[in-house]
T-cell receptor, first 112, second 112 residues
Framework: NAGVTQTPKFRILKIGQSMTLQCAQDMNHNYMYWYRQDPGMGLKLIYYSVGAGITDKGEVPNGYNVSRSTTEDFPLRLELAAPSQTSVYFC???????????FGEGSRLTVL | DQQVKQNSPSLSVQEGRISILNCDYTNSMFDYFLWYKKYPAEGPTFLISISSIKDKNEDGRFTVFLNKSAKHLSLHIVPSQPGDSAVYFCAAKETSGSRLTFGEGTQLTVNP
């Protein structure tokens, strides 16, 4: 039972490049989330999904896109990367909506 | 507008003593509160929660206290152990279905 798996763990991007952060969970949770954590700040919700085919914006969605084609997978797409997107990104899932969250190990992204 | 604040970025205690981590909130509609623990290079993990209908919840060495009139909650760890050294986030939410709002985190260091 792997829980929530994120890839890659580290990535360096140039300004304007695009990439996708992958997230998969094997707990059969309907609810999945993407958060970012900046130094000295709490986790900020980027996007979340309440089930396959359904996604919604969180607090800081600008510059990101998501899709949810299956229960297991919830990729986060960064288009036209900017230095402000340098952060640690956490994917999470839960059994209840915005309930107890199970987090992945995080993906550290640097945009230069 | 930081609705959940952890005013102490760091806390250092001796092994065996009590650790008290504090969290203040401004939104009177918050009615469910959680604490997460985060080790370096790992995702946060759920620690303990409390509903606004209670003022205390205990789980082994961890106790969370809620003072609704002061909009304040605290996490007590007794006795503290070196393995408790981590960043602790408090989080809060309104009625079922609303998003979690996280505090900035407090780095706890327990010295042997």
């Amino acid at each position: 039972n792997a829980g929530v798996t994120q890839t890659p763990k580290f990535r360096i991007l140039k300004i304007g490049q695009s990439m996708t952060l992958q997230c998969a969970q094997d707990m059969n949770h309907n609810y999945m989330y993407w958060y970012r954590q900046d130094p000295g700040m709490g986790l900020k919700l980027i996007y979340y999904s309440v089930g396959a085919g359904i996604t919604d914006k969180g607090e800081v969605p600008n510059g990101y896109n998501v899709s949810r084609s299956t229960t297991e997978d919830f990729p986060l797409r960064l288009e036209l990367a900017a230095p402000s997107q340098t952060s640690v990104y956490f994917c999470a899932s839960s059994y209840q909506v915005h309930g107890e969250l199970f987090f992945g190990e995080g993906s550290r992204l640097t945009v230069l | 507008d930081q609705q959940v604040k952890q005013n102490s970025p760091s806390l250092s205690v001796q092994e065996g003593r009590i650790s008290i981590l504090n969290c203040d909130y401004t939104n009177s509609m918050f009615d469910y509160f959680l604490w997460y623990k985060k080790y370096p290079a790992e995702g946060p993990t759920f620690l303990i929660s409390i509903s606004s209908i209670k003022d205390k919840n205990e789980d082994g060495r961890f106790t969370v206290f809620l003072n609704k009139s002061a909009k304040h909650l605290s996490l007590h760890i007794v006795p503290s152990q070196p393995g408790d050294s981590a960043v602790y986030f408090c989080a809060a939410k309104e009625t079922s279905g609303s998003r979690l709002t996280f505090g900035e985190g407090t780095q706890l260091t327990v010295n042997p």
